[in-house]
């Protein structure tokens, strides 16, 4: 939490802005100058509000990034605006007429605002596509301009009348800060830790905004409103908070880095589903709302023809883009389900590997133990029996034929007691020891146990370089490396038999082993080193 205060310049900002405008407002009769000093208070409020707003467009996290952008954005149209009223009043020393078709700036400085508030920067859910993102604030463009045709713009065009033009561009306006509002304040009680007091101060801004649009309409009704007044006062207030909110956000900004740290990830995300289905919904309500504009203008307007001709050829209009975009985000969100399918069809098939992985090594497990337990009952025997036929290849009352068969005898019994061995260190879990080794031993006992349960016309081939440099490394690990490699180049020339050669040669002061078949190979060499894919 920062200290209140580190807050004090923006305070001070306070004072000094407000008690300027109140004292022209106060001192200054109305007239020429007080109408250029309102008018250009008016234009540099909105600028601080963007400087404090965007100190919080450089994120790495884009979301938020387009959340600040699009709030600075709708306070650069309300300055677009007010450089239209500023040239009337300051430059050519006139009101504003009473239907100008600019008032439509100002009406659209809330769609970023909705479309920033959409985005729900505070939320722990995965990133939007950016394709979604700017086809529905596309969409909520199109809708809002669409209604703002509809219902201000035929009593401009069609039957002009300043009065019900104004009548309707301030209902609609008012509906259109109503919402805001409600939004945000729904946004500030959910929201929490730092997000909860930036909502805050983004609902008070918008709210003292709302307070003074309805002021200023107050005024004008009674005719006491005048450029410079103190009912802009709460107008200027309005984007001093707004830019406040930005800065508090920025002093905050490790606070709201650990918010969106947990849940940026290294995972590509997709929309959720809650979010993904009420986006789809209100996307088809927006098309879906038109006929029944055209209905209402048909059954139920009692307005002149020519504003019931211009609200239909305005309505048949809009049908063809909104359409267009809802298409466009259907079939958006169909890839994205597509591809969200195949992502669950790899996990799937990754998951069936893993468990016959699971159960073939629990079969190693219990070979393992089952060697361990049955080793003494060999090596005893297998002792004896080297023991023996050590005697009777050395006994010189043996006869030649009978020292032959002992020394056969003894040459089988002890490869057989290397095999029972290499077994149990295959088996047996041990915890890694790099020593000094013979690499082509390693590669002749891999081959020895691999070759007790080698089926069908398959061989293995051994080409090996006699004098290669010890290599550091863990026996046992090397061994189940290799013994796996044999294992999968057999097993894929089972069918069709086939030619393993396993070649060990120097390079310098490295030792190479090369393994080579005459098998179909990999069906998929990009998922060679996806866990259990061979």
């Not at 104004?166 to 997000?195: C, D, M």
């Not at 606070?255 to 979010?275: F, I, Q, Y």
């Not at 003494?376 to 297998?382: G, K, Q």
Request: proline share 4%; glycine share 8%; charged share 15%.
């Amino acid at each position: 939490m920062v200290p209140l205060r580190k807050y004090g310049w923006i305070a001070a900002l306070w004072i000094v802005v407000l008690g300027a405008y109140a004292a022209f407002s106060l001192t200054l009769k109305p007239g020429y100058s007080l109408t250029r000093a309102g008018d250009v208070m008016l234009c540099i409020v909105p600028l601080l509000a963007n400087a404090g707003l965007l100190l919080n467009a450089g994120t790495p996290y884009w979301r938020r990034n387009a959340f600040w952008m699009l709030l600075a954005f709708s306070c650069t149209l309300w300055l677009i605006g007010q450089f239209q009223w500023t040239y009337f009043e300051v430059y050519l020393h006139q009101e504003v007429p009473l239907i100008y078709g600019g008032d439509i700036i100002f009406f659209l400085r809330g769609i970023p605002v909705m479309a920033a508030l959409a985005l729900q920067p505070d939320q722990r859910r995965a990133e939007l596509r950016m394709g979604f993102g700017y086809l529905d604030l596309l969409l909520l463009l199109l809708w809002w301009t669409f209604l703002y045709g509809y219902v201000v713009l035929p009593w401009m065009y069609a039957e002009p009348s300043g009065r019900i033009y104004n009548h309707y561009y301030s209902v609609l306006a008012t509906v259109q800060n109503f919402i805001i509002v409600g939004v945000l304040g729904y946004l500030w009680l959910r929201a929490k830790g730092g997000w909860r007091k930036v909502y805050a101060h983004l609902f008070g801004g918008s709210a003292t905004y709302m307070v003074s649009s309805l002021l200023i309409l107050l005024g004008i009704g009674t005719g006491d409103y005048h450029t410079g007044s103190l009912f802009d006062l709460p107008l200027v207030a309005s984007f001093l908070w707004l830019g406040t909110a930005g800065i508090v956000a920025y002093a905050q900004g490790l606070e709201l880095d650990r918010a969106s740290e947990s849940w940026k990830d290294g995972k590509e995300s997709a929309l959720p589903r809650g979010e993904s289905v009420l986006a789809s919904r209100l996307a088809t309500l927006a098309v879906l709302s038109l006929p029944f504009f055209a209905l209402w203008t048909l059954r139920f307007s009692d307005d002149a023809p020519a504003v019931k001709q211009f609200r239909l050829t305005l309505t048949i209009a809009a049908m063809v883009p909104l359409a267009t975009l809802v298409f466009l985000r259907q079939h958006l969100a169909d890839a994205e389900r597509m591809r969200l399918l195949a992502r669950s069809e790899d996990s799937l098939e990754n998951l069936q590997r893993l468990q016959a992985q699971l159960v073939q090594s629990e079969k190693l497990v219990s070979l393992g133990q089952l060697a361990a337990g049955a080793a003494h009952e060999i090596n005893n025997p297998l002792t004896a029996i080297l023991g023996f036929s050590d005697l009777m290849a050395e006994d010189p009352a043996a006869g030649e034929k009978m020292r032959g068969i002992a020394a056969k005898i003894r040459d089988q019994a002890r490869r057989t007691k290397t095999l029972v061995a290499n077994l149990l260190s295959f088996a047996r879990q041990t915890p890694s020891e790099r020593t000094l080794l013979d690499i082509n031993t390693v590669v002749n006992n891999a081959v020895q146990l691999r070759a007790l349960d080698l089926r069908g016309p398959t061989r293995i081939e051994l080409q090996l370089e006699s004098v290669l440099p010890g290599v550091r490394g863990d026996a046992n690990q090397l061994m189940q490396v290799f013994f796996n490699i044999v294992s999968n180049a057999t097993d894929a020339m089972e069918a069709t038999g086939g030619v393993l050669t396993i070649k060990t040669m120097r390079e310098r002061a490295s030792v190479v082993i090369l393994f080579m078949d005459t098998g179909p190979g990999i069906k998929d060499p990009n998922r060679v080193f996806d866990p259990f894919y061979t």
